[in-house]
């Protein structure tokens, strides 16, 4: 008899954005004249750099010609674009990564869903409150948590790690030993933005406990403050204890052609039960060859573009105008008397609503035709807030700031 | 601590094309004049269909502007290319397949890899030799298989079903009750072809032990034999109890561009410990929304066009240059004494060497400077055999063919 994988039972269904649609529904049915302005789901609206769109026709005009053809690529990646990375986004910022420690994929959920496969069942998993729902479920799925306990909100077995107010949603360090911790800066949902002091006590815990940092950049083309950093290589030690994922989604506009990296140094070890150190970079590998085959090449060559001085030019315009969005956003929302969080080396605005998540959701669209997400959905420590997302028009921005405005 | 998932330290090293590639390039260091002619790994040669390219470039340019532009797209695939499928593929051939069955992915070799996470690490798995490596490593990742016994050349608790001459590589129903069961046909890396009648012994198999069957297919576009099944579902039953994973890498030369898609019938089920049936369409839903974030909106539209008229009759005229080289090979192999499977409704040749699988290639290496793949890098039962595969130039093709023959 074939057998489920029993751990499927304890995942809670996904209801927020399927729950949003229904709300964004009825409201639509009862208010057809009425233009929804969409500021919930993180996903860019702006055209492709025009020189990645360049670089991916002259890809595609290659694959229409026997001579210029590609087939089967590298499942790493092609060495154009892995080395292009580690130069431009590692090596010139004074953190050491190489070109083979750079894995090309099609997603950085992908990644960040898949790389715990590599570990033991058996290990303590630290996930932020709130959270990308990613890091929990699959957690969930492969038999790391126990089940979901109703009254505390949260599955069983995981280290949750609090974002709030008091902490400006950057978690402390656990008071339990943690294996694996998944973190995020900027963060999404809340817009935070770790320092270079708050990683290194990170890093220094990691190397402490021969626990294994995953860390989420998928946004750091929006820290704009150079005292910041926009990798965890920039924090020494973090090279044997950090694994991290990036993306073209955000960067360059992605989202829908699909190219993300994760730096695996060769440095970072996990362990045996013996206590055998094994190198993660080959684990890593070995996943990736068995279970991938490399991204679309004329993407990887639209990838390769951001890097070129017209791309980079492109791509610097494009985060700043989300910023500009996101920063007006801020502005507006604080000048009607709420706390927000993120908004500055950030495209999410994540606002204490003074009320009940769903509450404020609700009053947004039923009352301005605004379309944001309620942070309870994240998590726990998201209720009684909401994020906003600076990804539409900066004319859709400023009509639902004008709404909002009104109507609170 | 962070520990490893110690099942990978039961994988073998994958030797086979580190090996090939290693005696190739000391071929070549020898003999810098000669012109080596690969036939070897299974990966197309000639150029996207006319009709993809345009439909390629037409979607680049949709994302080259603000007002056509696409994000995120639904992660099973876009219903253009869902409907697309189910229609051409499957309802033109009586076969009941609905849209939202399809599951659009990057890759047949992602989808075969990643399908197993959905079931009980405690089932029995079947996984023909000679095999598709990933069927079985996959599964050794993921603690099914007990440790390799090197005097076995297999791994333990795995149920191997052997391929031979006798039954003509395609493998006899198990005697032990297994419940997850890899098929492939054509076959890869043997060429052989199952008869519906044939099929229909392993889909009543499945019926009456609550089996599921994992049925790869990527190769179907070669089946020219009118009487021969396409799809499982054109026999009786399929649809409770078999998945069935396709690719565009072989049917329109996608390897390189990378779209494939899964079929998952809802009326499939597994079930509990406790017995209850779970729709397997639903665990894989699950499966697929949190681990993967669909295709580049391009590369669908690309492969939506394999199915207009200009699209049919070009990818018809790809299969059948590769087939003519196909029926060329074994022709002369068969003119020269050697018995073959393959080569007809398949594009790889399985040729029986009369002596051991790394001498053959040896010979073809060094004496004919012609490169193919040694059987028994496929496992056991493939021991005796090389498999030369017909993706190639037929000028390429025709001249490693003379030269065999002067050697054999």
């Avoid at 702006?46 to 360049?54: E, G, M, T, Y």
Wanted: net charge negative; proline share 4%; glycine share 8%.
């Amino acid at each position: 008899m074939i057998k489920i994988n029993e751990n499927y039972q304890k995942l809670q269904a996904s209801y927020l954005f399927s729950n949003i649609a229904k709300r964004v529904s009825a409201f639509q049915q009862a208010n057809p004249d009425k233009k929804l302005i969409k500021l919930g789901i993180g996903d860019v609206t702006r055209a492709l750099p025009d020189a990645c769109v360049k670089a991916f026709h002259a890809a595609v005009d290659e694959m229409a010609n026997d001579a210029t053809f590609h087939g089967y690529g590298p499942e790493q990646g092609y060495d154009f674009l892995r080395e292009a990375i580690a130069k431009n986004d590692f090596q010139a910022r004074g953190a050491q990564v190489d070109a083979d420690e750079v894995f090309v994929s099609d997603g950085a959920k992908c990644d960040s869903g898949n790389f715990q496969e590599i570990f033991s069942t058996d290990i303590t998993v630290a996930i932020p409150d709130p959270v990308y729902p990613v890091y929990v479920d699959t957690n969930v799925m492969a038999g790391r948590s126990g089940n979901w306990n109703e009254e505390l909100g949260r599955y069983e077995n995981l280290v949750y790690l609090d974002g709030n107010r008091e902490n400006g949603f950057i978690p402390e360090l656990p008071e339990q030993q943690v294996d694996l911790i998944y973190l995020c800066f900027p963060n999404n949902p809340t817009g935070s933005m770790a320092t270079r002091e708050q990683l290194k006590q990170w890093v220094d815990y990691a190397r402490a406990n021969k626990s294994l940092i995953l860390y989420d950049a998928a946004y750091e083309a929006f820290v704009q403050d150079e005292d910041l950093p926009r990798s965890i290589y920039e924090v020494e030690g973090a090279r044997e204890v950090a694994i991290e994922f990036r993306s073209f989604s955000k960067t360059a506009g992605f989202t829908g052609t699909r190219c993300a990296y994760t730096v695996v140094p060769k440095s970072c070890m996990a362990y045996t039960e013996a206590g055998e150190a094994v190198s993660v970079h080959s684990l890593w590998n070995r996943r990736h060859t068995t279970k991938f085959n490399s991204v679309s090449y004329p993407v990887q060559r639209a990838a390769e573009a951001v890097y070129s001085s017209e791309g980079q030019a492109q791509i610097k315009e494009l985060i700043a105008y989300y910023l500009n969005n996101a920063k007006y956003i801020r502005e507006k929302m604080e000048a009607l008397g709420y706390e927000c969080i993120g908004g500055v080396n950030s495209p999410y605005i994540w606002i204490d609503g003074k009320t009940d998540s769903w509450a404020f959701f609700d009053r947004l669209l039923n009352e301005a035709g605004v379309v944001c997400t309620p942070g309870a959905g994240f998590g726990k420590c998201g209720e009684g807030y909401i994020r906003i997302s600076a990804f539409n028009s900066f004319e859709n921005v400023t009509e639902a700031m004008e709404r909002i405005s009104k109507i609170l």
